[in-house]
C-alpha cells in the first residue's frame, strides 16, 4: 500500500516517460472498469500511439474481451511508445466512490516511488490527479500500486457466425432481467426477423421475443450461461450501438460501442444442452 508520507509526495516524484501520460474523462474510465470488471479483477491496458487497447479472459476461459479507446477519444493523449499498465480494478472502482459523479476529467500518468516489492524492484503507481473534487475548488490525488505481473495475451477465436442482428441494448437488458432470477442459463435463438431469449425450470418457463433485421441471416440456436450473458448486458446497457453475431451451439459474439469512444466485443462460450 502507498505510504502516507509517500501520498504527500506524489506530485514530487518524476513521470515515468516510458509509460503514457494522459487526461480521460470520468465516462470513458467509468466505460473501461465496466466492460472489464463484469468478467476479471486485473487487466492489462496497452498503449500504443494509437490509444489503449486490452483483451483478456475470465478465469474460467469461458468467456473473452477485447476493448479500444482510440487517442481520439482521450480528452488528451499524446504517447507516441508501447506500454501496458497492470491494473487492479478494484483499487480504481474504490477511487471513483469518493468522487462526485458530475463530469470529471482525470490526470494519469505512471511514476515509481521508494516502495519496493519483496524482490527488491521498485513498486510502480498510476498517480491520478481529480480537478474540483466535491465540485468545489482545489484537487485529490491518488496513488493506485501497479500490479508487478503483465497478464497472458490471449489470442482471440477464429469463429465463423452465419447471422448477424443489431441490438438495442437497453431491451436487451429488461429482458435479460426477467429471465436472469429464473435460471442459470439462456437459451438464444433468431428466425426469419425475430431473436428470442428464453428459460425454463421446474416451475415452468419464460420466453421474450423482440423483431430485428436480421437480412437474410439464418436461423440459428445456442444456449448459454446466464451470468456471462447478463454481465456483459448489464456492463454495456447503455451503449449507442450494439450487435450479436451467432451459430448454432457456437459462442456468440457481442460487439458494443458506449457513447464515450470504448468499443467493445466478447465471445461467450455456449453451454451442452442436457
Request: one cysteine or more; aromatic letters at 8%.
Amino acid at each position: 500500500m502507498l505510504k502516507e508520507q509517500d501520498m504527500k509526495k506524489i506530485e514530487e516524484y518524476t513521470t515515468l516517460d516510458a509509460y503514457p501520460a494522459f487526461l480521460i474523462t470520468r465516462a470513458a474510465l467509468n466505460d473501461i472498469i465496466e466492460a472489464s470488471s463484469w468478467l476479471t479483477d486485473e487487466v492489462s491496458l496497452r498503449f500504443t500511439k494509437d490509444g489503449m487497447w486490452a483483451r483478456f479472459t475470465d478465469p474460467a476461459h469461458v468467456s473473452m474481451t477485447e476493448l479500444s479507446l482510440p487517442k481520439e477519444n482521450f480528452a488528451q493523449y499524446d504517447f507516441q511508445g508501447e506500454a501496458v499498465l497492470n491494473i487492479d480494478m478494484d483499487a480504481i472502482k474504490d477511487m471513483l466512490r469518493h468522487v462526485e459523479k458530475s463530469e470529471k476529467v482525470f490526470s494519469m500518468r505512471a511514476i515509481e516511488t521508494p516502495s519496493r516489492h519483496e524482490d527488491g524492484t521498485p513498486i510502480k503507481y498510476l498517480a491520478i490527479t481529480v480537478d474540483s473534487p466535491f465540485d468545489s475548488a482545489g484537487f485529490v490525488r491518488y496513488g493506485v500500486p501497479l500490479l508487478k505481473d503483465e497478464l497472458p495475451l490471449p489470442k482471440y477465436p477464429a469463429l465463423t457466425l452465419p447471422t448477424t442482428v443489431p441490438l438495442n441494448m437497453l431491451l436487451v437488458y429488461k429482458a435479460g432481467r426477467i429471465l436472469e432470477s429464473f435460471t442459470d442459463h439462456v437459451v438464444m435463438e433468431y428466425d426469419t426477423g425475430v431473436l428470442s431469449l428464453s428459460s425454463e425450470n421446474d416451475h415452468g418457463n419464460r420466453c421474450i421475443t423482440m423483431a430485428v433485421d436480421g437480412g437474410e441471416s439464418p436461423s440459428v440456436r445456442s444456449l448459454f450461461p446466464m451470468d456471462y450473458f447478463m454481465g456483459f448486458v448489464r456492463a454495456h446497457k447503455n451503449a449507442k450501438e450494439a450487435t450479436l453475431n451467432m451459430g448454432t451451439d457456437l459462442p456468440m459474439m457481442l460487439m458494443a460501442t458506449m457513447p464515450s469512444g470504448l468499443t467493445v466485443k466478447a465471445a461467450i462460450a455456449p453451454r451442452i444442452e442436457n
